[in-house]
């Protein structure tokens, strides 16, 4: 296998054009280095090239202590290369080994493509400088396995909670996996207290009866960030963890994943939960610009992050709705709460507005509903604005009577949008077409999805959808030099989010209505699109990076705000960025114009 083959098969190289990977394997110098070499000393000069293992192995040293052993097509030296200071760790071969050297020059442009950034992204911490592989949040791809310190402590069907409550004492575990026939149920030391001492339960009464049955379970593969996210989705703090035969491997819980200490998602979600007045829920959601800034600091994959801040979101929510109908009483009909635009997708920033509606059923006194969820949609968006999330400037909130209808009255709406879009439709286009239910019993998803499904089918509809894809453009000019903001208070920075993060929405959520895709978040939309054909595949990855990259930068700019005491906003001081951020700016603008520009083509339009 020649060089040029070699680098072809590993990452980032991988992602390259042809081009590109041609002029990476002309910059390669191959080097030997016996056994005991120090190739990288702590301390020492900055690395003058990447370095790329070609055969053999190769220590990392932190302070004498082996860290990780990198192999066959691993990388090392970036980190010192990128940033120009000390290396941190000491690189020395392991045995007899071969590398590939490539020069700053093009190390730099491959390390600033798209997949070089989101390569660099997912292993700097292990690879050279920060805490070893073994920190939990500076990877979140470790599976969750290799959390699990002991065997599940299991009991009987018949086992009484007193029994239970002495067993999880004695072996002080907060669970106890309980198995009935083929199903596993789980009883928690927060059961004990509120089903059991809270209830006034007989200590003699079966834990059968008591414990969640069956309890949710998550395979032994999957990572730290999908079982932290489950957990915060479901407002849940244990998971009984099983192997592919479906065997049970142990439980892994909150504490495992984070602790329990104050600036931690859950701690947050709880404090949110617990509260019993909407100045307590505000005074909860202070802790969120911590939480995230120590997410983004621990390397959280950016988009995850997003989740979070809307899970939290969420809880708040789900609170002060819970609050208003503790005061209002119950509801005169089924409903449901619905979040809308980037909140229904879950991508949602520090920065970041209310955008919500309620969809209640149909009833022949639409004015008592009304009236009724007028005053919750009233609370929670004041609630809401007193825990830092700003109103919709442009009214898309329940408290405003246009985003508040029965069944049939959505429909309608749906329905005259997408016949005649005009100035509200078009406004409403980009938001309430992306729903997600919140809080309530009626199934609303499934209802409108209905009306929904058929916007494809509309030529009109999909044409004015189409062209809101088209309205925002990226700095085409960031090519050659930085398209800021000319005046204003943001003037000379970017905008990242009507540059970037948007647009790609936009046309993530036009290929999903036209290809009849029923995920909403853009991530999603775009692999669902790929993999149908909807668009060339190629493209939809390129895109998928670009919104990485955008999200990165973004909560990178916000958390370090946070830590100033500043207000987060979207925009960033382009001088700030290093040259091989610029590079990967350049790629990601370049991919979202190419869309567009398609985008363009296909509807017969002139291209932005």
Known sequence: MNVQEFLSSISPFDALDDEGLARAAAAVEIEFFPKGTEIIRAAGEPAASLYVVRAGAVELLEDGRLVDLLSDG???????????????????????????????????????????????TSHLRRTGGGEPESSLLSDGLVPVSRLIRRDAIQCDPSTTVRDAAATMSEHRVSSLVIRRGEELGILTDRDLRVRVVAAGVDGATPVADLATFPARTVPADATVTEVLLGMLDAGIHHFPVLDRTGGLVGVVTDTDLMGLARQSPFALRSEIERAGTPADVAAGARNLPDVVAGLVDAGVDPVDVGRVVAIAIDAMTDTLIRLAVRDLGEAPTAWAWLALGSAARREQALRTDQDHAIVYEDTDDVDAADRYFGEVGARVTEGLEAAGIPRCEGGVMAANPALRKSVQGWRIALDSWMDAPGIEGSQNTSIVFDYRRVAGTLDAEAILDETVSDARNRPLFMRHLAHRALDLRPPTGFFRHFVVEAKGEHAGRLDLKHRGIIIIGNLARIYAVRGGIAEKSTLERLRAAGASGEVDEEQAESLAEAFRLFWRLRLEHQAAQVRQGESPDDFIDPAALTAVTRGGLRAAFRSVSDAQRLLATQLGVRPP
Do not use: N, Q
């Open 74 to 120: 691993e990388l090392f030296g970036f980190p010192s290369l990128l940033s120009g200071r000390r290396p941190d760790m000491t690189v020395r071969a392991h045995e007899d080994t071969i590398c590939y050297a490539i020069d700053r020059e093009v190390a730099e442009a491959v390390l600033g493509s798209p997949a070089g950034l989101s390569f660099v």
